[in-house]
């Protein structure tokens, strides 16, 4: 995705099983009002999602080259699969997924289980290009 289009997305809506989540591009700040921004910039997160409030929060500064040394720097291909990543939060939480489903007695759902979110972001498009390779279709 293009920074153009990454700063389009805000105030857009996508719908997750039925469910409509708004995007807001912002930039993170720790002495913010805005205790999301806040929260991103003290944890110094791209993006983060808001399962409550059905929204995700994108921090346009982690994808811009401002000419010092970045994490993501001018690296298009983290928005998209950080993107997809709070995507499957938004979508495991409207699923049910964010309660007793772990083996610790139900205190950390599948929804906050960053290393199962990240293993489906990174892989959902080789997933995906497998599917149409033996030609799946992507409805059935």
């Given at each position: 995705m293009t920074l153009k289009a990454f700063e389009a997305l805000d105030g857009k809506t996508v719908s997750v099983l039925g469910t409509d989540y708004t995007i807001r591009i912002s930039a993170a700040d720790t002495g913010s009002k805005n205790i999301v921004a806040?929260?991103?910039?003290?944890?110094?997160?791209?993006?983060?999602?808001?399962?409550?409030?059905?929204?995700?929060?994108?921090?346009?500064n982690a994808y811009i080259d401002d000419g010092e040394s970045q994490v993501f720097g001018k690296d298009i291909r983290a928005i998209d699969e950080d993107l997809t990543h709070e995507l499957y939060h938004a979508f495991y939480f409207e699923s049910g997924l964010d309660?007793?489903?772990?083996?610790?007695?139900c205190s950390n759902g599948w929804v906050r289980n960053e290393t199962m979110i990240d293993w489906n972001a990174k892989q959902?498009?080789?997933?995906?290009?497998?599917r149409r390779e033996l030609g799946i279709k992507d409805q059935y």
């Open positions: 806040k929260t991103l910039g003290h944890q110094s997160a791209s993006m983060l999602t808001q399962l409550f409030l059905k929204e995700i929060w994108c921090d346009i309660v007793c489903t772990d083996t610790d007695g959902f498009h080789k997933i995906l290009k497998a």
